[in-house]
C-alpha cells in the first residue's frame, strides 16, 4: 500500500510543479495532496516537501488555519477570469457559460472567503 501512496504523492508533486509553470493549473491543492500521500508513504519525502522553501510554506498556511496568501488569491482569480474570458471568445455555448461562470463564481468565494496568510515581502 506504502507504494500506492507513494506513486499518488510523486503524481501529485508533479502536477504541482507544473501549475508552478502554468498559470492555470493548480498548484497548492496538487501540494496539499502530495503531503498527504507522501505522510502514508514517505516520512523523508513528507518531511522535505513541508521544510521546502517554496512548496512548504503555503501547504503550512493551509493546516495552520485555511489560509490562502493574499498574492494565491489574486493570481487565482487572474487565472479564473482569463479562463472565462477565453471560452467566451471561442464562443462557447451560453448554457455552457452559465454553468462555467456559477462553478468559478463559487471557487472564488470559497477562495476569497478563506484567511489570508502571509505573503513574504
Not at 488569491?73 to 464562443?91: D, E, N, Q, Y
Amino acid at each position: 500500500m506504502r507504494v500506492l501512496w507513494l506513486i499518488g504523492g510523486g503524481t501529485a508533486l508533479a502536477c504541482g510543479a507544473v501549475g508552478v509553470v502554468l498559470p492555470l493549473v493548480p498548484t497548492v491543492p496538487f501540494l496539499l495532496l502530495a503531503a498527504f500521500c507522501f505522510a502514508r508513504s514517505s516520512d523523508t519525502l513528507h518531511d522535505w516537501l513541508v521544510t521546502h522553501p517554496t512548496f512548504g510554506p503555503p501547504i503550512e498556511d493551509w493546516r495552520s488555519g485555511g489560509a490562502i496568501r493574499p498574492r494565491a488569491k489574486r493570481l487565482a482569480t487572474v487565472s479564473i477570469a482569463a479562463a472565462f474570458l477565453l471560452s467566451v471568445l471561442m464562443g462557447v455555448r451560453p448554457t455552457i457559460l452559465l454553468i462555467q461562470a456559477l462553478v468559478l463564481s463559487a471557487v472564488l468565494v470559497f477562495i476569497w472567503t478563506r484567511p489570508g496568510g502571509t505573503d513574504a515581502a
